[in-house]
């Protein structure tokens, strides 16, 4: 009976078996050339290629993944890297040579909530100045100066009360911005208002040296003036260099 493979082929014979030889390595070539031979090369070059595939898959898959492209850009070209620390610049400093910002002293007088000497930024008005020594008291007439008129280093800021006349000399300095005259108030005369042209000295205190005066009689030195309730050490050197008995 005889059989025949699903390809139709009859099957091969198995390969004989190489005869028993002295030489055990010309035996096993024998074998190999008849194993060889009843496989066929077809197959062998098939199952080596099979191999190999299988060998190159292995290794694909197994493989180190490729680095980044931008791990093989040059450093200076990246764009995206954080920057390089730099060492600060050295700078030189030189000595400061730049005055104080300049600023003036002005006397403000008269119906204001803090008549005194203030220190105003320079190229201050007469606005600012009446600002700065509290504003107008009750019953002033700032709008009897020039508010914008420019002050000038020691100039006298004299705000009066509504109908009173401005003095000569404050009026001009509100509107020329020209200096006070210069001597001091006699306390033994002067009136209230007068002395109330003093800084530090307002309404009540010019009130109080005129009562004091005419109650003690006529002040003996400028000194005195330390008795009159509301004149303390501190008052009485702002003034000292602006009266006289």
Request: no cysteine; charged share 20%; aromatic share 4%.
């Amino acid at each position: 009976m005889s059989f025949e493979t699903p390809s139709g082929e009859p099957p091969r014979a198995e390969p004989e078996r190489p005869r028993a030889s002295g030489d055990p390595l010309a035996a096993l070539v024998a074998r190999l050339r008849a194993w060889a031979g009843w496989v066929g090369a077809g197959r062998i070059v098939a199952g080596a290629l099979f191999v190999v595939a299988v060998v190159a898959g292995g290794w694909w898959l197994l493989r180190a993944p490729p680095p980044p492209t931008e791990a093989g850009l040059p450093f200076a070209a990246s764009s995206t890297g954080p920057p390089r620390a730099e060492a600060p610049p050295t700078e030189s400093v030189a000595p400061s040579t730049a005055a104080q910002p300049a600023v003036i002293v002005v006397h403000v007088a008269g119906a204001v909530a803090e008549p005194g000497v203030y220190e105003l930024p320079a190229g201050s008005r007469v606005g600012a100045a009446i600002e700065t020594a509290g504003g107008p008291a009750r019953r002033a007439d700032p709008g009897a100066l020039n508010l914008a008129a420019p002050l000038a280093d020691g100039e006298r800021v004299y705000v009066p009360k509504v109908g009173e006349t401005v003095p000569l000399d404050a009026a001009a300095n509100a509107s020329e911005g020209s200096a006070a005259p210069a001597g001091p108030i006699d306390v033994n005369r002067a009136t209230a208002e007068q002395l109330d042209t003093l800084p530090g000295i307002g309404p009540t205190t010019a009130a109080a040296i005129v009562d004091h005066r005419e109650q003690n009689g006529p002040f003996a030195s400028v000194d005195e003036l330390e008795a009159v309730r509301g004149i303390g050490p501190a008052k009485l050197d702002a003034i000292r260099d602006l009266v006289a008995v």
